[in-house]
């Protein structure tokens, strides 16, 4: 009789278990909302746009675990391609929240990186320029304010290594033909201040 309990004790723990990690799985690798980011630099944004090279600017929340990763795959541009491109980093600070609030670690971690500037988007107002909805979002324009590139430059939540929107970025700043020049982002949302992966997703903590 015991052992008929704790088999079936076993059975339910191990599909606990297993339903867990789908659901993390599936966390893990769901993007963020698709949005049409504009062709051309909006008129609206008061972000300062280079006119003798590319402009790339990030988007990210402030508390978002996943965007330590997109953080850590920008320093990486940064070291091959810092005299290439204007690069800027746009934290979110919503209506009512301090620099307490937006101070964090991550904030730090982007200005840590040489030739990135740090700063910060009161109520979302760039964001919505741009129409950028999810933390992680980068946009690439050209210096005569052409889109190029739009997207995450990591393959899924908190995920460190080669992917798809980094090597297409290095790439059109080599001045070669990116396979690809728009690619999912996976962070949290932009549209909430306490989104879902503020609050410590497994997913997005490496």
Request: charged residues 15%; contains cysteine; aromatic residues 6%.
């Amino acid at each position: 009789m015991k052992k008929s309990i704790l088999l079936l004790l076993t059975s339910v723990w191990l599909a606990a278990v297993s339903l867990g990690t789908g659901v993390l799985i599936v966390y893990e690798y769901t993007p963020g909302l698709a949005t049409n980011i504009p062709s051309n630099w909006p008129s609206q944004s008061k972000i300062s746009h280079a006119t003798d090279r590319p402009t790339l600017i990030m988007f990210a929340h402030p508390d978002c675990p996943c965007s330590r990763a997109s953080i850590g795959e920008l320093a990486v541009l940064m070291t091959h391609c810092q005299n290439q491109v204007k690069a800027h980093v746009v934290f979110l600070q919503p209506k009512g929240y301090g620099k307490d609030w937006l101070h964090t670690d991550l904030w730090q971690s982007a200005e840590a990186i040489p030739g990135v500037l740090v700063q910060a988007d009161e109520e979302g107002n760039e964001a919505r320029h741009f129409e950028a909805t999810t933390s992680g979002q980068v946009v690439l324009y050209d210096a005569l304010g052409k889109l190029l590139f739009s997207g995450g430059i990591t393959s899924s939540r908190g995920h460190y290594g080669d992917n798809a929107g980094l090597s297409a970025i290095m790439k059109i700043l080599h001045h070669e033909s990116a396979e690809t020049v728009k690619t999912p982002v996976f962070g949290c949302s932009l549209l909430d201040p306490m989104s879902d992966c503020t609050i410590g997703s497994a997913a997005c903590i490496r």
